[in-house]
């Protein structure tokens, strides 16, 4: 049977950062709060000309670069921060790619687990026809109140995912475990730019969701804990991978070992919450940088409040160092302008989603940037960097 899964994978950032140290300081917060209470250290946050789109293509060109637009006719655009109503955010970056007309481009919403959804939708076409490529990307901005309370676990990041036969990276294996419940514990009303959260409700949720779609995974003849040798799990903020990794071993009666965790936590500490794309943002992490993945299966926990889960395991193919990105995500987050906390807070205030006739000043170095509005439409455009 021919394997399906993630033939490359990389990520994007925004232009600027706040390093959480400062943000601490200034609110009269001990950092280890957030360095050790949270595990984060830094999050990413958009110029004004930077969005989800301007990131997932970004995230996007790497892999066309390497691979062209052959094969592909869907993109897939995962996201719970979209621009449009409508239009799906993809329609707008499949036009900054450059992909043919005959690409389906299709937008998908359920909170941080559009992102699983979406790689599941595209080994489904990939099945059905193993000549075919999917691009799918996740992309995100989490915005927070202004000192509210979840404000240090704000954050953006896409990662773009290329799936195909016989995938380079990571064959992702046929069985799965889903949970959904219909759960008040994190949701965005049409009239807000920043969501409201029940945060210790928020917290169960994930953790029942985990338990219940690996209890699912086990009815369905999925591999045991003891069969999987790397666990990654979405990341709204690294302690909660940890707590999750710890509720998992202990509902199965397993000494709980969390020393197999940091690798996939490098690039969440300092991108902050990315939503859609934080599991991935893991795995390109774990792949980044443990040698000795080759042949081992990785257990892959995907959650979305409101509530959906989603248990999926997957075997790292023999070449996978080959299609490595380290160089480039370390190179990416270590060109990030570094906000002051003022800086940031006025950035914050700024924030608009409405349609008003804007122009956005030049600021982003990515090769792609969000230009403004003009007769309520949204405006995108190629920078000297693409």
Same mark, same amino acid.
């Given at each position: 049977?021919?394997?399906?899964?993630?033939?490359?994978?990389?990520?994007?950032?925004?232009?600027?950062?706040?390093?959480?140290?400062?943000?601490?300081?200034?609110?009269?917060?001990?950092?280890?709060?957030?360095?050790?209470?949270?595990?984060?250290?830094?999050?990413?946050?958009?110029?004004?000309?930077?969005?989800?789109?301007?990131?997932?293509?970004?995230?996007?060109?790497?892999?066309?670069?390497?691979?062209?637009?052959?094969?592909?006719?869907?993109?897939?655009?995962?996201?719970?921060?979209?621009?449009?109503?409508?239009?799906?955010?993809?329609?707008?970056?499949?036009?900054?790619?450059?992909?043919?007309?005959?690409?389906?481009?299709?937008?998908?919403?359920?909170?941080?687990?559009?992102?699983?959804?979406?790689?599941?939708?595209?080994?489904?076409?990939?099945?059905?026809?193993?000549?075919?490529?999917?691009?799918?990307?996740?992309?995100?901005?989490?915005?927070?109140?202004?000192?509210?309370?979840?404000?240090?676990?704000?954050?953006?990041?896409?990662?773009?995912?290329?799936?195909?036969?016989?995938?380079?990276?990571?064959?992702?294996?046929?069985?799965?475990?889903?949970?959904?419940?219909?759960?008040?514990?994190?949701?965005?009303? *049409?009239?807000? #730019?920043?969501? =409201?959260?029940? %945060?210790?409700?928020? @917290?169960?949720?994930?953790? &029942?969701? +985990?338990? $219940?779609?690996?209890?699912?995974?086990?009815?369905?003849?999925?591999?045991?804990?003891?069969?999987?040798?790397?666990?990654?799990?979405?990341?709204?903020?690294?302690?909660?991978?940890?707590?999750?990794?710890?509720?998992?071993?202990?509902?199965?009666?397993?000494?709980?070992?969390?020393?197999?965790?940091?690798?996939?936590?490098?690039?969440?500490?300092?991108?902050? *919450?990315?939503? #859609?794309?934080? =599991?991935?943002? %893991?795995?390109?992490? @774990?792949?980044?940088?443990? &040698?000795? +993945?080759? $042949?081992?299966?990785?257990?892959?926990?995907?959650?979305?409040?409101?509530?959906?889960?989603?248990?999926?395991?997957?075997?790292?193919?023999?070449?996978?160092?080959?299609?490595?990105?380290?160089?480039?995500?370390?190179?990416?987050?270590?060109?990030?302008?570094?906000?002051?906390?003022?800086?940031?807070?006025?950035?914050?205030?700024?924030?608009?989603?409405?349609?008003?006739?804007?122009?956005?000043?030049?600021?982003?170095?990515?090769?792609?940037?969000?230009?403004?509005?003009?007769?309520?439409?949204?405006?995108?455009?190629?920078?000297?960097?693409?």
């Amino acid at each position: 049977m021919t394997s399906i899964g993630i033939h490359d994978l990389a990520v994007a950032t925004t232009h600027h950062v706040l390093d959480l140290a400062e943000l601490a300081e200034a609110t009269g917060v001990e950092p280890a709060k957030y360095h050790r209470g949270l595990g984060q250290e830094q999050m990413s946050f958009p110029a004004p000309d930077e969005d989800i789109v301007t990131m997932g293509a970004s995230a996007a060109a790497l892999l066309l670069a390497e691979h062209g637009t052959d094969g592909i006719r869907s993109l897939l655009f995962a996201t719970e921060s979209g621009v449009d109503q409508s239009k799906a955010a993809g329609v707008f970056a499949h036009h900054l790619l450059g992909l043919p007309s005959t690409v389906r481009t299709v937008e998908f919403k359920q909170a941080c687990y559009g992102g699983a959804a979406a790689l599941q939708t595209a080994l489904g076409i990939v099945a059905r026809n193993p000549e075919e490529r999917v691009l799918v990307i996740a992309s995100d901005v989490a915005r927070y109140e202004l000192d509210g309370p979840a404000a240090p676990t704000q954050g953006a990041g896409a990662v773009a995912i290329l799936v195909s036969a016989d995938p380079a990276l990571l064959a992702i294996e046929p069985h799965s475990g889903v949970h959904t419940a219909d759960i008040d514990d994190f949701w965005r009303p *049409n009239d807000t #730019t920043t969501p =409201l959260v029940d %945060g210790a409700l928020s @917290l169960q949720t994930y953790l &029942d969701a +985990l338990l $219940g779609s690996w209890g699912d995974l086990q009815a369905h003849g999925g591999p045991g804990v003891d069969e999987i040798d790397r666990f990654l799990y979405h990341q709204p903020f690294t302690k909660m991978a940890r707590k999750a990794h710890a509720a998992l071993f202990r509902h199965e009666d397993r000494p709980v070992d969390e020393s197999a965790l940091e690798t996939s936590f490098l690039y969440n500490r300092q991108l902050g *919450n990315s939503y #859609t794309a934080s =599991l991935f943002v %893991g795995l390109a992490a @774990l792949l980044d940088h443990d &040698d000795d +993945l080759a $042949g081992r299966r990785l257990g892959l926990f995907s959650y979305g409040s409101g509530s959906v889960g989603e248990f999926l395991t997957g075997i790292v193919q023999s070449g996978y160092r080959e299609r490595r990105r380290r160089e480039a995500t370390e190179s990416a987050l270590a060109a990030r302008v570094p906000l002051t906390v003022e800086e940031y807070r006025a950035l914050h205030v700024s924030y608009t989603d409405d349609s008003d006739e804007r122009e956005t000043p030049r600021t982003t170095a990515a090769p792609f940037r969000f230009a403004g509005v003009r007769d309520r439409i949204r405006r995108y455009e190629r920078t000297a960097g693409a």
